[in-house]
């Protein structure tokens, strides 16, 4: 999810600084869009880099400065250090309508690795092979599926004490308030 959000977040960066480096006069609703092909990868450079960078919250000093020298570079007026945070920045470019507005979250994850791969990883190689086989497989999943087989083994043997009468019912449910009043006048 993160991975998303850093994309989203450096591409719609990289749009803004896009339409400020060519000028918005320049760039009409049809060529916009191949105004961004032709700078796609610079774009995907950036975007590489502050993956690489792998900062975790309020410590992503080289991504923020990343994206605040390619906003300056592409005109924006960057004020940086904004709601007392040293890596949030407001960039801004023109004026007047319309006004466009982006929050860009793209902190990496202690204890994950950066490989540009679609699931979790974990930092240490094999690592997961230790978590999912020993942990997951051999712990979590042995305790679900044998209370899962413990319970179905029970309503099997349960079955067999139907008979459709209410008599055997009224009589497991008062041996079942004996059992607790025992329980708890002898306890």
């Known amino acids: 999810m993160r991975e998303t959000r850093r994309t989203w977040g450096v591409a719609a960066l990289s749009l803004m600084a896009a339409v400020a480096a060519q000028g918005a006069e320049k760039y009409p609703r049809a060529g916009l869009l191949e105004g961004l092909d032709r700078r796609r990868e610079a774009f995907a450079q950036v975007a590489r880099e502050i993956w690489g960078f792998a900062e975790v919250g309020y410590q992503e000093e080289k991504s923020s400065a990343l994206l605040q020298s390619q906003l300056k570079a592409a005109g924006f007026d960057v004020r940086s250090g904004v709601a007392g945070i ?102």
Request: aromatic letters at 12%; zero cysteines; charged letters at 20%.
């Open 86 to 187: 040293p890596t949030a920045f407001v960039a801004s470019w023109g004026e007047g309508r319309p006004v466009v507005a982006l929050l860009a979250e793209f902190d990496a994850l202690p204890g994950l690795s950066q490989a540009a791969v679609p699931e979790r990883k974990a930092v240490v190689e094999g690592s997961e092979k230790f978590l999912w086989k020993r942990f997951d497989v051999g712990l979590i999943d042995r305790a679900v599926n044998g209370l899962a087989a413990f319970w179905e083994a029970l309503a099997e043997r349960a079955r067999y004490a139907e008979t459709g009468f209410v008599r055997p019912y009224v009589l497991l449910i008062l041996a079942g308030a004996v059992a607790v009043v025992g329980y708890l006048l002898w306890s």
